[in-house]
């Protein structure tokens, strides 16, 4: 009976294969990750992503799925994710268990969007697995048979104006169509040292759901432009995405930017006072008062530095015996919504008392604010 079983559960998976293998296809090797063996294939003509996930081993595999949703799977180009088979869908929130027998197998077919000809990197996602939020298979594959894209991508900075630029035009013979899902039509993003993103020009920003679409001419431009943040200081990449090719964000372009930092005290207001209430301590706060929000990197989780110096001779740091967490950290200043830190003092003997205050964000080596206070 058992052999009946395991012969019954090699026939099903054969059948699955079926029309993969007669199809042309790109797979992936077959890859064997918590017990469970993953394959991930495309199929050019059909424009589908097929995403097997096998039982290779003699025993019951449990498996728990968090939520209605079994499988998930990603598009990149550049590196960058430009559509996810989830995005937009509700799965119901219910924990869900099952059991995968020896030789079972789950099958899904993705209908892939149209892409433009090139070059993508496709990662599938299994919720069942206790490694749901780690690719479960991934492959590589070359879009031959799909969209031209006659647009040309140009990219640049302007220091002075502290602007990026990104410029398209038509290199073709004929009328090209744009189609944008909704009024977002480009973005920008900046990329630290460490790859990790800190800023995109869309964060924030609502953007009407109306498709719309346009033709542009053979010759014709168009130009879309944004400022960078004022407040981020170094190297970093700067990304472009242009969303009018078949409504995919793509990647458009990208260079390296150097970025002063350019705020000023005019658009921060810093307080700071004594307060004996609960515990000894000194009272800080940074307001943003311009209407952007703006953000600061800081190198470590460390926010404010506070030293304090008495006409006795006591000399106290605020950072000092402390460990901060040593992982680049990004601040967001909102307009009219102050940020107020609590620094508890110690034990300090009578005297009269400065204390200097330095947000991180503003300046490491000009205090934001100073108070005096005795005890």
Known sequence: ????????????????????????????????????????????????????????????????????????????KNNQVIWKASEGKFYTQALRNEKLNPGQAKFFKIELPKLTNGKYDLYAYFEGSPTRSNPAASLNITVSNGIEDPLKYSLWYDKDANKAYLLLQNTGVNYTKLSFPNAKEFDFQLINNKGKSIWKY???????????????????????????????????????????????????????????????????????????????????????????????????????????????GFVWKFSEGIKFAQSPYTRELYPKSPYYSFIYLPELPKGNYKAEIYYLGYSKTTPAVKTNFSI
Do not use: C, H
């Open 202 to 312: 869309s964060d924030g920003l609502f953007y009407g759901q109306a498709l719309k679409t346009e033709w542009l001419a053979p010759g014709k431009t168009k130009l879309y432009s944004a400022e960078l943040p004022k407040n981020f200081s170094g190297q970093y990449t700067l990304k472009a995405y242009f969303n009018g090719i078949n409504g995919l964000e793509i990647p458009a372009a990208s260079i390296k930017v150097s970025l002063d930092k350019i705020i000023t005290k005019n658009s921060l207001s810093f307080s700071a006072w004594y307060s004996t209430q609960t515990k000894p301590k000194l009272v800080f706060s940074a307001e943003n008062t311009s209407n952007q929000v703006m953000k600061f990197q800081l190198p470590t989780s460390q926010i404010v530095e506070v030293i304090v110096r008495g006409n006795n």
């Open 1 to 76: 009976m058992k052999k009946i079983s395991k012969i019954s559960a090699l026939v099903i998976i054969f059948a699955l294969f079926l029309p993969i293998l007669l199809a042309p296809i790109q797979a992936q090797a077959a890859v064997q990750k918590d017990q469970l063996q993953y394959y991930l294939f495309y199929n050019q003509k059909t424009n589908e992503a097929q995403f097997l996930v096998t039982n290779p081993t003699k025993n019951k595999v449990n498996l728990q799925f968090p939520s209605g949703k079994d499988f998930d799977l990603e598009i990149k």
